[in-house]
């Protein structure tokens, strides 16, 4: 079960994404803006999820380890 909670990440939405699925990733103070469609994410589209260290702590480590 480990192994799966490692691939998997939670969002401030309650969805569930794949690690693997991640195109890019943007930091805004204590919160990170994931983009998972394959096609890129557009302020017209949408697309990212919102994953803030306040709401999904071990989520927003397990993103923010890139940053460091």
């Known amino acids: ?13 309650n969805k569930v994404i794949n690690a693997k699925c991640i ?4 930091k ?3 919160c ?5 469609k394959s096609t890129g994410c557009r302020k017209e589209s949408g ?3 919102r994953v803030c260290k306040l709401y999904n702590l071990d989520s927003y480590n397990k993103l923010n ?3 460091e």
């Open 1 to 13: 079960m480990s192994v799966l909670n490692e691939k998997m990440c939670k969002t401030d939405n």
């Open 23 to 26: 195109r890019w990733i943007r």
């Open 28 to 30: 805004m103070d204590e």
């Open 32 to 36: 990170l803006e994931v983009c998972v």
């Open 47 to 49: 697309g990212t999820h």
């Open 65 to 67: 380890k890139y940053f």
